[in-house]
């Protein structure tokens, strides 16, 4: 799982109103599941601003607090890398 991305990995954005349009993914395979798989996932639900990917998580930051939600909908369990997310 590999390719190149064009988002930013700026996620942690001090201005509060941008928490509600940020998602925690838990639980994630990263030595499987790269930040470009973490993109093409999540941009079905709308306009990524930005994505980072740590050991075992990663944020994804919406446009909007109603992406960031229909994302979280969408995908809470979901498996990935034989992982539940």
Same mark, same amino acid.
């Given at each position: 799982?590999? @390719?190149?991305?064009? !988002?930013? $990995? /700026? !996620? &942690?954005? $001090?201005?509060?109103?941008?928490? $509600?349009?940020? /998602?925690?993914? @838990? &639980?994630? &395979? !990263?030595?499987?599941? *790269?930040?470009?798989?973490?993109?093409?996932?999540?941009? *079905? %639900?709308?306009?990524? /601003?930005?994505?980072?990917?740590? *050991?075992? %998580?990663?944020?994804?930051? %919406?446009?909007?607090?109603? $992406? +960031? #939600?229909?994302?979280? +909908?969408?995908? &809470?369990? #979901? =498996? =990935?890398?034989?992982?539940?997310?």
């Amino acid at each position: 799982m590999t @390719g190149k991305s064009q !988002t930013s $990995n /700026v !996620t &942690n954005k $001090n201005d509060p109103r941008s928490l $509600n349009s940020r /998602v925690f993914i @838990g &639980n994630l &395979n !990263t030595a499987i599941v *790269k930040k470009t798989d973490i993109e093409v996932i999540f941009a *079905k %639900y709308g306009k990524i /601003v930005g994505c980072s990917v740590h *050991k075992g %998580y990663a944020f994804v930051q %919406y446009m909007s607090e109603r $992406n +960031a #939600r229909a994302a979280v +909908a969408g995908e &809470n369990a #979901r =498996i =990935i890398a034989g992982q539940p997310l």
